[in-house]
């Protein structure tokens, strides 16, 4: 078999068949197969799973149920062993990928047989580049670089900026250091050979840990700039303690395993940038939040969307509006660039674009994703209208 993708899923039901979705579009003419691994949800993911794929309908998907939550790298790890394909991928199920995404990354790794993993042009959900697409080995220095935000005042420097490794360009292939696990592509035979993930991470690094065994090893490890979309539970984690502190006692599992020396003082440094950035970042989402409930108490304000739908999914989409309160413009015309997107979002501005999957492909949706001008403020969604579904980054419109 020559690919086996791998999607630890804890929760997220909806964005697993989203995902699903595009890599079965994506591995059409492949010998694939793809294991989710569920991690003990509460929100039904088998049973929708189940019902979304009936038996016999995806003879590809297989469903691996834990009865508690393994953690990440040690559910992965239990999909290792079951897997068949010489070429393995790990993939976050909040993510979805372009229709060329795969068969290019899977030529990509047979042209370079001193590759031990590779990662992809990851945007996040307005479309804009996500920095963590490439990396570069988290040491002392880099990292002291990244919490005292050295990396944002300098993001071109590849002194100061290393962390994301920003020097690079975003849209030429390199070989980079570290790649992330929300899309990380190996060779079965690498993994044979440095080992699977360290279980002591249950959580964030565990991509980092491996990528910089590969190095250790003599692999070499790629960025290819083919384009994905990835969440990254922007409505959840990113502003919250729990994610600071998991996150950067993460590093510091990291730093105790391969950076040793200094561990005291360092063990100091992160415990109090810790408690820092988590004080921060309590103060800025308490901030936002206060913020938008006085707006939205002077001048209420209801979530719009800007629809490219087929003509046939309007009562749908109407049946959505009206049932979430939303404000909705649809357009039936089909688009092929960002500026007619722009023409239409002049006099008024949409919270989300939705694209409807039956008339524009993933591809299509990220490239007009990306394409849209820095710093505008559209986030991208998408309908499924066989579930009568409009996903987003933070809501979830169904039927």
Request: with cysteine.
């Amino acid at each position: 078999m020559l690919l086996s993708v791998i999607i630890v899923n804890y929760n997220v039901k909806l964005y697993v068949y989203q995902c699903l979705q595009s890599l079965r579009k994506a591995a059409q003419g492949l010998d694939w197969e793809v294991l989710v691994v569920d991690n003990n949800s509460s929100d039904g993911s088998v049973d929708y799973l189940k019902e979304s794929f009936p038996e016999g309908s995806f003879p590809e998907l297989r469903i691996i149920v834990n009865t508690d939550n393994q953690g990440f790298g040690k559910a992965n790890n239990q999909a290792i062993g079951m897997a068949k394909g010489d070429n393995l991928l790990f993939c976050n199920p909040d993510t979805f990928v372009s229709e060329d995404t795969l068969r290019r990354c899977l030529d990509f790794m047979a042209e370079h047989p001193d590759a031990g993993c590779l990662g992809v042009k990851m945007l996040n959900a307005n479309g804009t580049f996500a920095p963590e697409s490439r990396r570069g080995v988290p040491t002392p220095w880099a990292s002291f670089c990244k919490i005292t935000r050295l990396s944002k005042l300098f993001p071109h420097s590849k002194t100061f900026g290393y962390y994301y490794m920003q020097h690079l360009p975003i849209d030429e292939p390199a070989e980079i250091e570290i790649v992330s696990g929300a899309f990380m592509m190996v060779k079965r035979e690498v993994v044979e050979s440095v080992g699977i993930f360290d279980e002591d991470y249950f959580m964030y690094c565990e991509d980092t840990d491996l990528s910089y065994r590969m190095l250790k090893a003599g692999y070499h490890n790629y960025y290819l700039p083919t384009q994905i979309l990835h969440y990254k539970g922007e409505s959840t984690r990113q502003n919250t303690y729990s994610y600071v502190n998991n996150f950067y006692k993460a590093i510091f599992i990291f730093f105790k395993k391969h950076f040793n020396s200094h561990l005291f003082l360092l063990r100091i440094f992160f415990y109090i940038a810790i408690y820092v950035l988590a004080a921060f970042s309590f103060l800025k989402s308490t901030y936002k939040h206060l913020a938008y409930r006085i707006k939205t108490f002077f001048a209420p304000h209801k979530t719009r969307l800007l629809c490219f739908i087929a003509e046939e999914h309007k009562d749908m989409v109407q049946h959505l509006a009206d049932k979430y309160n939303l404000n909705i413009d649809i357009c039936h015309k089909p688009i092929d660039n960002a500026r007619q997107i722009l023409d239409l979002t002049e006099n008024n501005t949409p919270d989300y674009i939705v694209f409807d999957t039956t008339r524009y492909s993933f591809a299509q949706i990220l490239n007009l994703a990306h394409s849209l001008p820095h710093g505008h403020n559209h986030y991208i969604a998408t309908l499924f209208p066989e579930k009568g579904m409009i996903l987003t980054n933070l809501f979830k419109f169904t039927s």
